[in-house]
């Protein structure tokens, strides 16, 4: 037999364990709606797969887990998702969070499942990925995700089963024992197997349950498990709370202290409670999620106080009336037993994965302690401290606020247990204080996290935008000095084309290729502008040009004013007069235009024919005619293309439209082409003009069409050739 260590500390308080002791396991009827919180166990809570107003089935898997700490939470029976909400859960604070509740159908119906029985032919990260995929969490303490725990990195050489159950009035792990001991060492086999068959299984067990170590050693007896035979070993020894801590238990039955922030499995051990050990044989066996639990419900409250296989979601209160609950003679209802256990604030928040016991006592039964008073430092409770720890300076920097000595002092180390509490002669609640000074470490290390996130973010985004102008800047430069450049090239060259026109002209690419083999562009389009400057030709088109301009907008000034109303209204006249003198301004414009080119024209028979004289007579049968009003002719062609306009169809007015639109769009495209070689500041715009046009383009095209179509089917005919091209 092993031998067994004793722990620092403990207390012996009264058990009051008979009284949920006096029959088997009860099943609770099906209640008519479940809550099932999204945050069941430690770690990241699990989210929705479900909306609300879907059918789900018993076992089905409602909310994912998301994270590697994390466990997926499953319908405990069918009906439908009536809510998405926040709602009250069994928490010390009182507080909502996300659940989801299910409208029970009645019909229990269970969703497809398989079983493994022959859970050795699989490997261990197939069964570790059915456990979690099950939801299975610790259900006798925080409620830590079971696959996290299954996946150590280090070897493992003990798997400690804890069957303790040391808190005064719960029994749950004991009734499972007395009427499940087979299936749970089938669930020990299943977890000696993921942790690659562990030299030692220990079932810690206290001397006040004769009747479970007996049925353990019965069912180890009648096992035909061969493999575990010589490893399972059941430990009794004495009762002491809080016996059934992990790290307790391992000194017990170890002898080994797990030194302050550290694992288990660092030494080479597993722990496991007797709850999660059969859930994690009904996940592997028979393929049945996480969705209900053995529960307590006891004390002098309840007419019938006993253990309940209960689903998980089911409301208290539904639970409560099954054990005949009298609420009038109980004065605070506790989840939990009475040393780690908390108030609720109603019976309608529900039972989840890590409610083991709800703990209904009378007045007479559980009286309220009396008013604190000051702490007479006697050191009873750090005599009882199962974590060897300070309690009262823990107390003294709890009260002070004073979070660096209460982590120096391993105030994460306390477990919680109430031991300290429970023997204060000066009736301090010294857990309520740590619990809080927990909560408050806990909230400013996640406020110092995300502090460093964002200081890290802006220090990031500083040094980007940093960057970012450093890059500007060096190109503005050395665009800035490319620009100098290319001007002083161009003032050189253009000295020199007009020094030398000829020469000039011989260096563009229709003179051939320079010495080295390349064209100079740049110089030769510098000769092209020279000449063209020094063409009269060019400046008598111009005008020409001009005048036809000024021509048209004066006859459509003209239009307008014989068109305006004649009455004698004010708003009349007034318009009028404006319109009189919009054609006297295009009047004196077309009147200007007329006069440079005769300028010119004067200049050029007076400083002879020039690049005029050498054209051919064919090109212009007018100009050789000299009586020519060559005005008169500007305004003759646009009274012409005013008259064609006016003849023009609406589709062929929609055609000239479209082909102006294209030609818009092209010389967009290549100043865009233009500024992306030059590195231009101006792309974006170039880019935005070229996108704007090519929708237009798109939408004449379609409004093109769609006049095409509605022309006739020999037009249809026509433009659907053309788009086939």
Aim: aromatic share 4%.
């Amino acid at each position: 037999m092993s031998k067994i260590w004793d722990i620092h500390g403990g207390i012996h308080p009264a058990e009051h364990k008979a009284l949920s002791l006096g029959g088997p396991i009860r099943t609770v009827p099906l209640p008519p709606t479940l809550i099932l919180p999204l945050s069941q166990h430690i770690g990241a809570p699990a989210y929705p797969v479900v909306g609300v107003g879907d059918k789900v089935l018993k076992g089905q898997l409602i909310a994912a887990a998301k994270g590697f700490v994390s466990a997926p939470v499953h319908a405990p029976s069918s009906g439908v998702i009536s809510a998405i909400e926040e709602q009250t859960v069994p928490h010390v604070s009182g507080m909502k969070a996300p659940c989801i509740v299910i409208q029970t159908d009645g019909n229990d119906s269970w969703i497809e499942h398989s079983a493994n029985p022959d859970y050795r032919q699989k490997t261990a990260a197939e069964l570790v990925a059915l456990i979690g995929d099950a939801g299975i969490t610790g259900l006798g303490g925080a409620g830590f995700p079971s696959a996290v725990k299954l996946q150590p990195r280090q070897p493992i050489n003990t798997l400690i089963i804890n069957a303790t159950e040391c808190e005064p009035y719960i029994t749950a792990d004991d009734q499972l024992i007395r009427e499940r001991a087979a299936d749970i060492l089938i669930g020990i086999d299943i977890l000696a197997h993921i942790l690659g068959r562990p030299e030692r299984i220990l079932i810690g067990i206290e001397d006040n349950k004769p009747e479970a170590q007996q049925a353990l050693a019965s069912a180890l007896k009648n096992s035909g498990n061969t493999d575990n035979a010589g490893a399972i070993e059941v430990v009794e020894f004495p009762t002491k709370y809080p016996s059934g801590g992990e790290k307790q238990l391992i000194q017990i039955l170890t002898g080994e202290e797990l030194p302050s922030g550290k694992l288990p499995a660092e030494l080479g051990i597993v722990c496991q409670n007797i709850g999660t050990t059969h859930a994690i044989y009904r996940a592997i066996c028979h393929g049945e999620a996480l969705i209900s639990r053995l529960t307590t419900v006891t004390g002098q409250a309840c007419g019938k106080p006993g253990n309940f296989e209960v689903l998980i979601g089911t409301p208290v209160a539904h639970l409560l009336k099954e054990a005949e609950f009298d609420a009038q003679r109980c004065p605070k209802l506790i989840m939990g037993g009475p040393m780690m256990g908390f108030a609720l604030p109603d019976t309608s928040v529900p039972i989840i994965k890590s409610s083991n016991c709800l703990l209904a006592t009378t007045a007479e039964e559980s009286p309220p302690p009396p008013p604190a008073q000051a702490c007479i430092r006697c050191g009873h409770c750090a005599e009882v401290c199962p974590a060897s720890l300070l309690p009262q300076q823990l107390y003294w920097h709890a009260q002070s606020k004073n979070y660096e000595r209460l982590e120096a002092h391993h105030l994460a180390d306390c477990i919680e247990c109430g031991a300290c509490s429970y023997v204060c002669p000066s009736s301090i609640p010294l857990v309520q204080y740590y619990r809080a000074a927990k909560g408050e470490i806990r909230l400013i290390a996640e406020e110092k996290r995300q502090s460093d996130r964002a200081r890290a973010r802006f220090e990031h985004h500083q040094a980007r935008v940093e960057q970012e102008e450093k890059d500007k800047a060096a190109k503005r430069e050395a665009r800035k000095l490319a620009a100098e450049a290319a001007k002083a090239k161009r003032e050189a060259e253009a000295e020199i084309a007009a020094a030398n026109p000829q020469a000039a002209l011989d260096a563009s690419p229709s003179a051939g290729a320079n010495d080295s083999g390349e064209l100079d562009i740049v110089q030769a389009a510098l000769a092209r502008v020279a000449a063209k400057k020094a063409s009269p030709e060019d400046q008598r088109k111009r005008f020409e040009r001009a005048i036809e301009t000024t021509a048209a907008r004066l006859q459509k000034a003209q239009q307008v004013l014989a068109a305006m109303a004649s009455d004698d209204s004010a708003e009349q006249q007034i318009k009028r007069d404006q319109q009189r003198a919009s054609v006297e301004q295009a009047r004196l414009r077309h009147q200007e235009a007329k006069n440079k080119l005769a300028a010119i024209e004067t200049d050029q028979a007076a400083n002879g024919p020039g690049d005029i004289a050498a054209k051919p007579a064919t090109t212009n049968t007018a100009s050789a005619d000299p009586g020519l009003d060559r005005a008169a002719a500007a305004i003759a062609r646009a009274q012409k293309n005013a008259a064609e306009q006016a003849s023009m169809s609406p589709q062929q007015k929609l055609q000239k439209q479209r082909d102006a639109l294209e030609k818009r769009l092209g010389k967009a495209q290549t100043r865009l082409a233009q500024a992306e070689s030059e590195g231009s500041e101006q792309v974006e715009a170039f880019n935005h003009a070229v996108a704007t046009l090519s929708e237009k383009l798109k939408a004449a095209d379609l409004e093109l069409a769609s006049g095409s179509q509605d022309s006739g089917p020999a037009k249809v005919q026509t433009h659907t050739t053309e788009d086939s091209n």
